[in-house]
């Protein structure tokens, strides 16, 4: 049964949007060939070059740096603070130089873009078949000539009379329009992989760095790109969606004009499954309309050769066919690039050395409060003094602060999670400190936790209560064989020395350490026993 060409066209509408652009103009009236467009564009590429440049310098130093730093840790040595602070800042010198050169860049594309779509959208509102001068020199799918002298038989598809012949001014402006994008779409998706590739290389520095300040820039330039690459994502969606309905309606309505069904038949078979093949990629790299290109182009390539075929036009079919062959696969495979902001805190456990670990040539760090982030401390005392060290029994690392009254106030560890306080909170219990509180850091804020569960007011979050188990092992050391049963039998589970041996946990319920108990006991173990500890 004979198919309509519009029944078709609304399957493909499913899937790609009809975006309306023809970039036709009277050479005299052209804005593209405008001293400002032409301006423009130079010097997007000579800001282009100039931020390439920087950056290489950038990257230079940073290797120079990491070789010699590499070369000091060998000899077991570290950069002196003096070092870093220069290698940082001129690093961070030249970072902000190539945002900045990118910034500018950016801002020139968003004015060429916006001439673009002025210049398409003036000519939206004319229905004169004008050919582009340009058309010559930016056409890389066939050879062009002016459509004044064109000929039935050229080797230039869309040149061809019978096409001309066939539609109104109109529709054969617009065809000339997406025959004029396509020749473009190549430039387009080398400037996609270029963003691309420079998205990625950025991430991985900003993985890389030790330093928070270059990690602050690199994040910066990492989303400007971010946003760059989707501007011309959407250009190539937009575009692309145009050339693919643009050239399926004006061929599709000769083919029907003309009673060719059958390749309007099989055509229509074969832009279903590409859509079928679309939908099922999509998601799966960073730019679906970069996909939708590469997948696409082909299908578009064979219906076009087709085409020329069926109405016997031998020279643009030839053409078609060996620009098809010598055309290079277009990689879309890029994977999704995900950037995380990373928060530079130091987690640091709590551990029991010397008392005199810190002293006057290494005294007690000020405590630091992260801006963005949580962390958890262990308060161990208010004091209107500095205390001895002695008095904390060689705990590591310490922290001090002064609060508003002037007191000094002594925090223990770093922790990421509350679970982790908790069991350091115990720990520091069974170590002889009489009320450790749990103390929690969040976006520079602090709540004490311990304090907030007595609050009256019932707003503070209500820190963990209840019992709590311990597993204690009177051994002076733990041999290969018992450290197979406790990481066996109580993964994860936290071991830490004491004065009388070594205890294993916590858990939750008095049932888990029993069954740890019962197992340590039927291995030999006679000084084994099971510690109930009440959370306040």
Not at 172 to 183: I, K, M, S
Request: glycine share 4%; hydrophobic share 35%.
């Amino acid at each position: 049964m004979k198919k309509s060409i519009y029944a078709f066209l609304l399957l493909v509408a499913s899937t790609f949007t009809v975006v309306a652009m023809a970039q036709l103009q009277e050479p005299e009236n052209d804005i593209r060939q405008s001293t400002e467009y032409i301006a423009l564009h130079e010097t997007e590429k000579r800001l282009a070059f100039s931020e390439d440049s920087v950056r290489l310098v950038a990257t230079d130093i940073r290797n120079q740096f990491k070789s010699y730093t590499d070369s000091l840790r060998n000899e077991g040595l570290e950069p002196t603070e003096e070092e870093l602070s220069r290698y940082t800042d001129r690093i961070l010198e030249l970072e902000q130089e190539a945002f900045d050169l990118l910034t500018e860049r950016g801002d020139i594309i968003a004015r060429i873009n916006a001439m673009d779509q002025e210049w398409v959208m003036s000519q939206m509102n004319s229905s004169q078949p004008i050919v582009d001068e340009t058309l010559a020199q930016t056409d890389t799918l066939f050879e062009n000539s002016d459509l004044e002298s064109v000929t039935p038989a050229s080797r230039n598809l869309v040149e061809n009379i019978c096409i001309k012949d066939a539609l109104s001014g109109e529709d054969y402006a617009e065809l000339l329009a997406a025959h004029t994008e396509d020749a473009e779409m190549d430039a387009l998706i080398a400037e996609y992989t270029n963003i691309y590739n420079r998205m990625a290389d950025t991430a991985e520095q900003y993985l890389a760095t030790d330093s928070e300040a270059e990690a602050e820039e690199l994040f910066t330039q990492y989303h400007t790109l971010v946003d760059l690459a989707e501007s011309v994502a959407n250009k190539i969606d937009s575009r692309w969606n145009h050339i693919l309905d643009t050239k399926y309606f004006a061929y599709g309505y000769i083919l029907e004009r003309d009673h060719h069904y059958e390749l309007l038949d099989s055509s229509s078979m074969e832009f279903t499954t590409m859509r079928r093949e679309c939908a099922r990629e999509a998601g799966y790299y960073a730019s679906d309309a970069v996909m939708h290109y590469a997948m696409g182009r082909p299908t578009l390539r064979k219906f076009e050769y087709d085409f020329a075929k069926t109405m016997g036009l031998e020279m643009a079919a030839d053409s078609i066919a060996t620009v098809s062959r010598e055309a290079q696969e277009v990689e879309y495979r890029f994977e999704p690039i995900t950037l995380e902001r990373r928060l530079f805190i130091d987690y640091q456990p709590i551990t029991i050395g010397r008392t005199n670990y810190y002293r006057e040539s290494n005294p007690i760090p000020e405590l630091k409060v992260y801006e963005r982030g949580v962390i958890y401390r262990i308060l161990l005392g208010e004091f209107r003094n500095k205390q001895p060290m002695t008095l904390f029994k060689g705990v590591q690392p310490l922290y001090i602060t002064r609060n508003d009254e002037g007191h000094y106030l002594y925090y223990a560890g770093g922790f990421a999670t509350r679970l982790e306080a908790d069991e350091a909170q115990l720990f520091l219990k069974e170590k002889g400190f009489k009320s450790p509180e749990i103390c929690r850091w969040q976006d520079g804020t602090m709540t004490n936790l311990t304090v907030a569960a007595t609050d009256s007011d019932g707003d503070a979050e209500i820190p963990m209560v209840g019992k709590r188990y311990m597993v204690k092992i009177g051994v002076e050391s733990i041999d290969d064989t018992l450290n197979t049963v406790l990481t066996t039998e109580a993964p994860g589970k936290r071991i830490s020395k004491t004065s009388s041996g070594f205890t294993v946990g916590t858990f939750d319920s008095r049932d888990e350490a029993e069954m740890l108990k019962t197992t340590l006991t039927e291995g030999g173990e006679t000084s084994v026993e099971v510690i109930e500890i009440e959370l306040n």
